[in-house]
């Protein structure tokens, strides 16, 4: 598995032009040692089928986790927002993350209701407390779609730097959701689509030119341009010209 994480950031490195190395500073040198990350890889990786006792779905893969926590902390990222919680494990990866470069924050935007299933795989320790500011803003029973439309009634905007989609995987509701993500109003950002090869997604938004975006530098990679074939998800970066 770990050569499996760091070819993918070889070539997100390559593919969105970062010199740092990202393998040796955040997996070798954070995520390896870390007494929580590393036990649920473990578990993980010896069971590829473990769905955690959930009836929301199964957990993130360990490498997607491992370039989602490696890409924000290089970029020293201050706000994320993921559509789809689950049990949490992507979620684990991204608040550890977040956590080091802290202050920020994590929006997390989960339709389910359930208290006991929703997020259950997050430890008391990375439950940052949220100060409208900074830690773990968790919405239970919140559509991703509403959120956005409600900031846009407030006259608010939304200034993430990386947007992870892991929730409705239909052409449709992927596309609403992109569309939404590209309105940030920050000058770099990443979005990320787990399973984007569902109802042929991302080759679909590619001969659409769904991910262009006026004034910005777009570059993508996914499991299809990358080494690893259909084992990578699909991450977008946008930066402003």
């Excluded at 920020?104 to 389910?112: D, R, T």
């Excluded at 929703?118 to 029973?141: I, N, T, Y």
């Excluded at 439309?149 to 200034?159: E, F, I």
Aim: glycine share 8%.
């Amino acid at each position: 598995m770990w050569d499996l994480v760091r070819i993918a950031l070889e070539d997100i490195q390559s593919t969105f032009g970062i010199t740092e190395n990202l393998y040796e500073k955040y997996v070798k040198g954070e995520i390896k040692k870390d007494e929580l990350l590393v036990p649920l890889i473990e578990r993980r990786q010896n069971n590829f089928d473990w769905k955690v006792e959930t009836p929301l779905g199964g957990p993130g893969t360990s490498l997607n986790s491992c370039v989602l926590y490696s890409l924000i902390r290089h970029f020293d990222m201050g706000t994320v927002i993921e559509t789809g919680v689950a049990s949490g494990f992507c979620t684990l990866f991204m608040l550890a993350a977040l956590k080091k470069n802290y202050p920020a924050k994590l929006v997390s935007l989960e339709l389910s209701d359930d208290k006991k299933e929703v997020g259950k795989l997050v430890p008391q320790e990375l439950r940052l407390p949220f100060d409208g500011a900074s830690g773990w803003d968790l919405r239970m029973g919140a559509s991703s779609l509403e959120y956005f439309k409600t900031l846009k009634s407030l006259g608010g905007n939304h200034k993430a730097q990386l947007y992870s989609h892991d929730s409705c995987h239909t052409m449709e509701f992927m596309t609403k959701e992109l569309l939404e993500f590209k309105q940030s109003a920050s000058d770099h950002f990443i979005i990320f689509f787990d399973d984007q090869m569902s109802e042929n997604f991302w080759d679909r938004s590619l001969k659409m030119k769904l991910f262009d975006k006026k004034g910005f530098e777009v570059k993508w990679i996914s499991g299809a341009e990358s080494r690893l074939r259909g084992h990578l998800g699909g991450f977008v970066q946008y930066k402003r010209i």
